[in-house]
T-cell receptor
Framework: QKEVEQNSGPLSVPEGAIASLNCTYS??????FFWYRQYSGKSPELIMF????GDKEDGRFTAQLNKASQYVSLLIRDSQPSDSATYLC??????????FGTGTRLLVSP | EPEVTQTPSHQVTQMGQEVILRCVPI?????FYWYRQILGQKVEFLVS????????KSEIFDDQFSVERPDGSNFTLKIRSTKLEDSAMYFC?????????????FGPGTRLTVL
């Protein structure tokens, strides 16, 4: 069973701080890695994806990938209360389906 | 901005009844998916669909499930005889390519409640 693991949280950070969200995956053949944000009762909303080792930045968000360690992370700089949500790590195995982790709940306090 | 739409937003049904969940993918997209999320659990893949046929399905997608693209815009998921454990949010997603880096865009979901 190909798994994606995330700490369920909640991860609590004060407004303006950096939030660090982590994800590990079991399938070494995984090729691309996605971070989605999900508000309660809503659908997953894409934040960004990464497929090469290293860092990828998009605004306040930075995704980091280390294929040797099978580890993906998402950093959120200058966290805002509106960033409070569940963050889903998803791994594309093969070319089609996404395999999701259980998500990490982030709470940003004013 | 184009988006995936789903109807209905909430469906309540009796156990044993058939339900059809409807999705309109983004217009130029060619790959379509159904996922489900049981309350408090992770999002799970059900099925992928390309070129009018199923390209991959999970062990959840058994004989009681079927998918169809009845016309050029709709993509449907049918559950023939619903069970209590089918209660979940069902998300449709679409993408314009089958490459590993192609992003899947999700619809708002249909909440299915089986009584």
């Amino acid at each position: 069973q190909k798994e994606v693991e995330q700490n369920s949280g909640p991860l609590s950070v004060p407004e303006g701080a950096i939030a660090s969200l982590n994800c590990t995956y079991s399938d070494r053949g995984s090729q691309s890695f996605f971070w989605y944000r999900q508000y309660s009762g809503k659908s997953p909303e894409l934040i960004m994806f990464i497929y090469s080792n290293g860092d990828k930045e998009d605004g306040r968000f930075t995704a980091q990938l280390n294929k040797a360690s099978q580890y993906v992370s998402l950093l959120i700089r200058d966290s805002q209360p509106s960033d409070s949500a569940t963050y889903l790590c998803a791994v594309k195995t093969g070319f089609q389906k996404l395999v999701f982790g259980t998500g990490t709940r982030l709470l940003v306090s004013p | 901005e184009p988006e995936v739409t789903q109807t209905p937003s909430h469906q309540v049904t009796q156990m044993g009844q058939e339900v059809i969940l409807r999705c309109v993918p983004i217009s130029n997209h060619l790959y379509f998916y159904w996922y489900r999320q049981i309350l408090g659990q992770k999002v799970e893949f059900l099925v992928s669909f390309y070129n009018n046929e199923i390209s991959e399905k999970s062990e959840i997608f058994d004989d009681q499930f079927s998918v169809e693209r009845p016309d050029g815009s709709n993509f449907t998921l049918k559950i023939r005889s619903t069970k209590l454990e089918d209660s979940a949010m069902y998300f449709c997603a679409s993408t314009n390519g089958g490459r590993a880096t192609d992003t899947q865009y999700f619809g708002p979901g249909t909440r299915l409640t089986v009584l």
